[in-house]
């Protein structure tokens, strides 16, 4: 997981990932949209390779670059374990009020006018 976050902690290789996203692509194609060496792209495709976030493969004469997300996964759950927890929390709390109030109304209206309300 430290490497994938290494490797996403570089707004170019970001860029460079988000691109990937839509269609594998060369890696002179690549580099073409930044304004950067080529040298410097191949040193972010290499860090990016290593990490595990993209696959090459040689077609002819040209690397292509494609995007594989599956290392991106456990930084995903613990991200998600980390901030989710609390804000489920506070989803069910909100749901456990929602229903004592709803029973409390209910209660308060009389059965004449809980029945009125499914058969309405």
């Known amino acids: ?3 994938v976050v290494t490797a ?3 707004p170019v290789r970001r860029r460079i990932l988000t691109m990937l996203r839509a269609e594998p692509l060369p890696a002179g194609e690549i580099a073409e949209r930044f304004a ?3 040298p410097a792209i191949s040193r972010h495709l290499r860090v990016l390779r290593e990490s ?4 090459d493969d040689l077609v002819g004469r040209k ?4 995007l594989d997300p599956d290392p991106i996964a456990p930084l995903v759950d613990w991200l998600t374990e980390l901030a989710g927890a ?3 929390e506070h989803h069910l709390d909100a749901l456990e009020t ?3 109030r709803t029973r409390r109304e ?3 209206s009389g059965p004449a006018e809980h029945r009125r309300e499914h058969t309405a």
Request: zero cysteines; charged letters at 45%.
């Open 36 to 38: 950067i060496s080529r």
């Open 1 to 3: 997981m430290d490497e």
């Open 52 to 55: 595990g976030l993209v696959r």
């Open 86 to 88: 609390d804000r489920w």
């Open 106 to 108: 209910r209660r308060a």
């Open 8 to 10: 996403i902690a570089d």
């Open 63 to 66: 690397r292509i670059y494609r």
């Open 98 to 100: 929602e229903v004592y």
